[in-house]
């Protein structure tokens, strides 16, 4: 258990399942007291949870861990307030804020894909990612002991893919308000970092996984020759939520298994 992480509260968005659930059992395995917000408890169709059966609150109760379930919508900013008053209210302070809540469109070319497509990736990943920085960053300044945000963001927000430039330019957005906040609040003791997997092992790609041909061909252009777990990522988030990485501040780490490296063709 990290010597300094035992204690604190965090709030996951997005925590009933894939990342989201990954990070928050962490979270409460070293101590912390975690704030799960979805727009429900239950874990997404599909996905590849071991305790699927479970929500995530029950499943952090059942480990020992504290956790309370808050339902969420993050693209309104009046229920990231609500969040915010209901973490407090429970457990009277807030020291780590995790935007993890996101939404995928892909499979087109840029001129197939509808309003409809591009609203639903900026209004989750955009505006809900800047609905909880906002009021996060409210919080740890009326509280003046600084705080630590992790965004997840993707390689997405890196570099270009084809037929998913929806996707692409929403968090292209994130990484570069990761960025703008880290300069912004970094003299308020406010850390902020953002986590940018590549594909991983998640309901939101269960049909990828599942696509024989594009199971080989992503394999194939990734050098470590495998697909990322839930685990690769929520081990970072810990890293990055404790003093360990005290001095890592607008930081986008990739972690891709090297995806990032070298060109593929589709």
């Known amino acids: 258990m990290s010597k300094n992480l035992d204690g604190k509260v965090a709030i996951v968005t997005g925590a009933a399942s894939g990342f989201g659930r990954g990070i928050a059992t962490a979270f409460a395995n070293e101590g912390v007291k975690v704030i799960v917000a979805?727009?429900?408890?239950a874990p997404s169709q599909g996905g590849f949870e071991a305790h699927a059966e479970l929500s995530t609150v029950a499943e952090i109760q059942k480990a020992g861990g504290d956790a309370h379930f808050v339902k969420c919508d993050v693209t309104k900013q009046e229920d990231l307030k609500n969040l915010m008053e209901k973490?407090?209210?429970r457990y009277g302070q807030l020291d780590i804020m995790v935007n993890n809540a996101g939404i995928y469109r892909g499979g087109k070319l840029a001129h197939e894909f509808?309003?409809?497509?591009?609203?639903?990736?900026?209004?989750?990943?955009?505006?809900?990612?800047?609905?909880?920085?906002?009021?996060?960053?409210?919080?740890?300044?009326?509280?003046g002991r600084g705080g630590n945000i992790i965004n997840l963001v993707s390689t997405a927000g890196l570099q270009g893919h084809p037929k998913q430039s929806v996707y692409n330019i929403s968090k292209g957005a994130q990484a570069n308000l990761?960025?703008?906040?880290?300069?912004?609040?970094?003299?308020e003791g406010i850390r902020v970092n953002g986590i940018c997997p590549t594909y991983a092992k998640t309901a939101l790609t269960r049909e990828l996984f599942d696509d024989k041909n594009f199971d080989e061909f992503f394999v194939e252009s990734i050098p470590l020759k495998r697909w990322g777990e839930v685990s690769d990522v929520t081990n970072l988030a810990v890293f990055l939520a404790s003093?360990?990485?005290?001095?890592?501040?607008?930081?986008?780490?990739?972690l891709d298994g090297g995806e990032t490296l070298c060109r593929y063709s589709v």
Do not use: P
Request: proline share 0%; hydrophobic share 35%; glycine share 8%.
């Open 243 to 254: 003093d360990e990485s005290s001095y890592m501040h607008g930081v986008l780490v990739r």
């Open 38 to 41: 979805d727009l429900q408890e």
């Open 114 to 143: 509808s309003e409809d497509d591009l609203e639903a990736c900026w209004q989750v990943n955009v505006k809900g990612t800047w609905f909880g920085c906002q009021e996060a960053i409210k919080t740890f300044l009326q509280q």
């Open 87 to 89: 973490t407090i209210g």
């Open 178 to 187: 990761t960025r703008c906040l880290a300069i912004e609040y970094g003299h």
